[in-house]
């Protein structure tokens, strides 16, 4: 063959060759010494370099060199490549530099996004805070002026703001009691199964937490899901060396990864979970919090739950239950709380078809509803709450499911003030912004929806700050005299009592209910000490309303790891929740 044929058969394989080949000389290049080209950089979304290790580095002449960690697997993703690039030829990087160049140079546009990726109009970001303070100074001048003015007038005004609030709450407590006695015959018939199981990612959110990550792995590795359906992502933030040191002592499965959050303009778990989002690999998306012993069966029955429901179905909501329900009263307390809340009250909202504001835990969403709202509020402290709203303005359903998570009471005062301020304050900003335009949001909800709204966050609100004078309904059946009598006859000022007291009774019947729906009804004749819990709530809304207007965005960490459990797994499976649920 001449010169000239053996160089046209050359130029011939090579142009046959795979792409990453030509540019064998490069298998050590170095994206760390030579930072990438950022115009190359900004033509790629960063889903894509950072999900499958590929960062466009420089150009040399019409070709975009891109680095990739497997340039084998990385050719299927040539058409896109060249499609954002041009010619494209593939080449290794040295290895471990390139995740480094990715977390540099295209973890930090990812850190902005998990910052902004709600819609500006959808965030809390984006309320004039300066206005609202005005408004809220102009409000606490005229409060001022009642009080310094007409002082019974004042009083009364607000007893009555405070009664109507209450009994708004009851009536729609007391419809959802009625809701959750009706019998649910949606799954009944044939269990259905998935053709395959979904991919799950579980995004695990850590801070500061020595003493709990120790255990974490083993309460995950307790569920019974195949390893390779499912990815487990503890999201860490980069200054936490606490909990990164405790990582480090633990040997990770192949089914969990950590991933490290840089630094941005704020530090929430919003923020993380948005930033952990595009490594997730999974359609479903489920959310733990690092203290959390799932029912080893709670994947499976999420499964088969989605299985079972329409697209629109985006959400599921599981309940959760104390470990350490017997540490103390207030454990106790805590307890019968959230029991109404999970096993009477949510439930009954569900039945109800209102909007329903989720729990941070036990949550699984399916990827594209949360992608198609915009992830959750960077800067909301509630962002479960808030994101359960939001879903319901977008058209989606979420469904609460007979599943159980066990979590550590927040049982000491002063934590639990902490806490409870900052889901207070949260109601207060998700409020707020969900009513900057409450036209919109009539749209969006229905009538029967933007009512229910308006009952579950601004009447929590009202009612928690001006419960000391609904307290003063105590003082008429054992006939001491009522502060407001000179303004009020006696017949409101029984009406009032009687209304107050009834509430109450609600209150205690709602948590009798659920603790015996959770398969611990003795702990129900604790349930007449409420109305001494309570109280705290008013003291964490005054501490709330304090902070929304100086600090609305700051983020209470709740330590955990107080009380360890002693056990890995639940004390009660899904199965006995269910049959305790339908009892």
């Not at 499609?83 to 140079?105: N, T």
């Not at 948005?274 to 994947?299: K, Q, T």
């Not at 009263?329 to 709380?337: G, I, P, S, V």
């Not at 983020?555 to 049959?579: E, Q, Y």
Request: net charge positive.
């Amino acid at each position: 063959m001449s010169e000239s044929g053996r160089s046209t058969a050359a130029n011939r394989a090579a142009r046959a060759a795979p792409s990453w080949q030509l540019l064998s000389g490069l298998s050590g290049a170095d994206p760390l010494i030579q930072p990438p080209d950022p115009g190359l950089l900004a033509a790629l979304p960063p889903q894509l370099m950072l999900e499958e290790g590929l960062l466009p580095w420089r150009r040399i002449g019409p070709l975009a060199l891109v680095i990739a960690a497997d340039p084998v697997a990385a050719a299927r993703h040539l058409p896109r490549l060249e499609a954002a690039l041009g010619p494209v030829r593939l080449a290794r990087a040295r290895p471990g530099r390139l995740e480094q160049a990715l977390a540099l140079h295209v973890g930090r546009p990812l850190v902005h996004l998990a910052e902004t990726r709600t819609p500006r109009q959808d965030s809390c970001r984006s309320l004039p805070r300066r206005p609202l303070l005005a408004a809220a100074t102009a409000g606490g001048l005229i409060l001022l002026t009642g009080l310094i003015l007409a002082p019974g007038l004042l009083l009364a005004g607000l007893t009555l703001a405070a009664a109507l609030a209450g009994l708004a709450a009851a009536g729609l407590k007391a419809a959802a009691l009625l809701a959750t006695l009706r019998p649910d015959d949606r799954d009944r018939g044939a269990v259905v199964i998935p053709a395959r199981l979904p991919l799950i990612s579980l995004l695990v959110p850590l801070y500061r937490e020595k003493e709990v990550a120790s255990h974490l792995l083993a309460r995950m590795a307790a569920l019974d899901y195949p390893r390779d359906r499912l990815d487990l992502c503890l999201v860490v933030e980069d200054d936490d060396h606490l909990t990164q040191e405790a990582l480090a002592a633990t040997d990770l499965p192949a089914w969990a990864r950590i991933v490290t959050v840089p630094e941005g303009t704020l530090r929430t778990k919003p923020r993380a979970l948005n930033y952990a989002l595009p490594f997730a690999r999974g359609s479903i998306i489920g959310i733990y919090d690092a203290e959390d012993v799932p029912a080893p069966d709670h994947l499976r029955r999420v499964a088969e739950i989605f299985a079972r429901r329409g697209p629109r179905t985006a959400c599921l909501q599981g309940a959760l239950d104390y470990y350490n329900w017997r540490g103390n009263l207030m454990a106790r307390m805590f307890t019968l709380e959230y029991a109404a809340w999970f096993r009477v009250l949510l439930p009954g909202l569900m039945r109800l078809g209102l909007a329903i504001p989720l729990g941070g835990t036990t949550l699984f969403l399916r990827r594209e509803a949360i992608e198609a709202v915009g992830g959750w509020d960077a800067h909301n402290v509630t962002e479960d709450a808030d994101l359960g709203i939001r879903l319901a303005r977008h058209g989606y359903v979420t469904e609460v499911i007979p599943i159980t998570t066990q979590e550590e009471a927040n049982c000491r005062p002063w934590p639990w003030i902490r806490q409870r301020s900052r889901w207070l304050k949260g109601y207060a900003v998700t409020w707020a912004v969900h009513m900057r335009a409450p036209l919109r949001l009539w749209r969006d909800l229905g009538p029967r929806r933007f009512w229910g709204f308006q009952i579950l966050f601004l009447g929590t609100l009202v009612t928690f700050t001006l419960a000391p004078l609904l307290w003063l309904g105590w003082l008429v059946p054992f006939g001491l005299p009522h502060p407001l009598a000179p303004v009020l006859p006696r017949p409101a000022l029984a009406v009032l009592s009687v209304l107050f007291l009834a509430g109450q009774a609600l209150d205690l019947g709602c948590a009798a209910l659920g603790v015996a729906r959770a398969g611990k009804g003795r702990l129900g004749l604790w349930a007449p000490l409420l109305p001494f819990y309570f109280p705290l709530a008013t003291i964490a809304i005054w501490r709330a309303w304090w902070e929304v207007a100086v600090c609305p965005f700051r983020w209470d960490k709740t330590a955990h790891g107080i009380d360890p459990p002693v056990f890995l797994s639940p004390p009660m499976s899904s199965a006995r929740h269910r049959a305790a649920a339908a009892s």
